[in-house]
């Protein structure tokens, strides 16, 4: 059964930074990303990487303030956000796809964690 648990979540001030990881139990996923969801809100995509050619893609409002990265095993994603607002406040995500393409969509990713919150707020 693919496991996939994030971890890192937690509570942080506006500037502040904290560093989200996802420990997956299967290293044959074509990418990963993060996805979060705010109260009364839509799921939104965050950002991705792709194992296949290490390439990376981010939700505008995050470009420059979060970092996308993986281990070389493939088997831990991770997602370091910087300069945290409030507006980044929301259940946090981690995903897996098998799919060959179109890894910036959600409908492409098959598994799931739980979700971690983070909240930002002075």
């Known amino acids: 059964q693919v496991q996939l648990l994030e971890s890192g979540g937690g509570s942080a001030q506006p500037g502040d930074s904290l560093r989200l990881s996802c420990a997956s139990s299967e290293r044959t996923f074509k990418a990963m990303g993060w996805f979060r969801q705010a109260p009364g809100k839509e799921r939104e995509f965050v950002a991705r990487?792709?194992?296949?050619?290490?390439?990376?893609y981010y939700l505008e409002s995050v470009k420059g303030r979060f970092f996308i990265s993986g281990d070389d095993a493939r088997t831990t994603l991770y997602l370091q956000m910087n300069s945290l607002k409030p507006e980044d406040t929301a259940v946090y995500y981690c995903?897996?796809?098998?799919?060959?393409?179109?890894?910036?969509?959600?409908?492409?990713?098959?598994?799931w964690g739980q979700g971690t919150q983070v909240t930002v707020s002075s």
């Open positions: 995903a897996a796809t098998t799919g060959q393409s179109d890894w910036n969509t959600r409908d492409v990713y098959n598994f």
């Open positions: 990487l792709s194992w296949i050619d290490k390439s990376t």
